[in-house]
């Protein structure tokens, strides 16, 4: 009995090694986050691979000009970088080289118009705000799936199958799925986020994620979140002037010990 139990409980610990594993690159990759490193090489990177999964998916190398859908490879370069070739640019192209040139040159001046609408520094702190939140997110609903996987990996031994060894490829794949949605999310959001520029603009390394800007369209795959709702008006005091987050609310609120409430712990959460 006791070297049964032994052996669980050194399963338990594989299992855990493997969680171990995923959560260093995770955090990881938060902590370069919320110092405040920017993230625009880790960005162009993203953008290079996508690009070449939109092109691969509509227009594989190895297949013919006359056999690319190209009117696929339009829809998707729409919905994953809000960009639509002309279609006569394409009669430019009439090899898989030339094609791709043409694609890559395309998202780049995007994004290039995206730096120029929104300015450098604002654009690289959205990509480090995107990149926190789509992460966290992400990351929640990848925990549920390992929980779920855990649940019902005992039942691979009955198909002769060791379920350590089946743990470890399936964890795999659910992690490859998540970084996969990860990149595909916040590319998606980054080239059709609108700012709200009426309202104040927060760094990830020095506040929690709030609503300050929408989306064009919801993320495919994706609801509408809070993160792209419009923010509520700010209140003003009396005269006029600017309520700072730890000066009284305006609406008069109290605490329970009668003091008057402050605005961050009220209207300014």
Same mark, same amino acid.
């Given at each position: ?29 938060? @902590?370069?986050?919320? +110092?405040? =490193? @920017? ?9 290079? +691979? ?6 691969? @998916?509509? /227009?594989? =190398? ?8 190209? /009117? ?19 009669? +430019?192209?009439? @090899? ?16 290039? =118009? ?15 705000? +995107? ?52 990149? /595909? ?22 506040? /929690? ?61």
């Amino acid at each position: 009995m006791e070297t049964h139990n032994f052996e669980i409980r050194k399963h338990l610990l594989e299992y855990d090694d493997v969680m171990n594993k995923q959560r260093e690159i995770i955090y990881g990759m938060r @902590s370069e986050i919320l +110092e405040g =490193e @920017s993230q625009q090489e880790t960005i162009q990177e993203w953008i290079d +691979e996508l690009t070449t999964g939109v092109l691969d @998916s509509y /227009a594989p =190398e190895d297949a013919h000009a006359e056999d690319w859908d190209l /009117a696929g490879l339009t829809e998707g370069l729409h919905r994953q970088f809000d960009v639509r070739p002309a279609p006569a640019s394409f009669k +430019e192209a009439t @090899s898989r080289d030339g094609l791709e040139e043409l694609v890559r040159g395309a998202v780049s001046d995007r994004y290039r =118009e995206r730096e120029e609408e929104l300015g450098a520094d604002l654009l690289r702190m959205l990509e480090r705000r +995107e990149m926190l939140i789509i992460i966290d997110t992400q990351w929640k609903d990848h925990l549920l799936s390992i929980d779920h996987l855990k649940e019902g990996i005992g039942l691979r031994g009955y198909g002769q199958r060791d379920p350590l060894t089946e743990y470890k490829r399936e964890a795999f794949e659910l992690f490859q799925e998540m970084v996969d949605r990860v990149k /595909a999310t916040v590319v998606e959001r980054l080239f059709k986020v609108q700012i709200l520029r009426e309202v104040a603009f927060e760094d990830p390394g020095a506040a /929690a994620p709030s609503t300050t800007w929408e989306s064009r369209e919801a993320p495919r795959g994706e609801t509408p979140s809070i993160a792209r709702q419009p923010a509520a008006p700010q209140l003003r005091a009396p005269d006029g002037r600017k309520v700072g987050r730890n000066d009284p609310c305006p609406c008069g609120a109290k605490n329970q010990d009668g003091s008057p409430k402050k605005y961050k712990r009220c209207h300014g959460r």
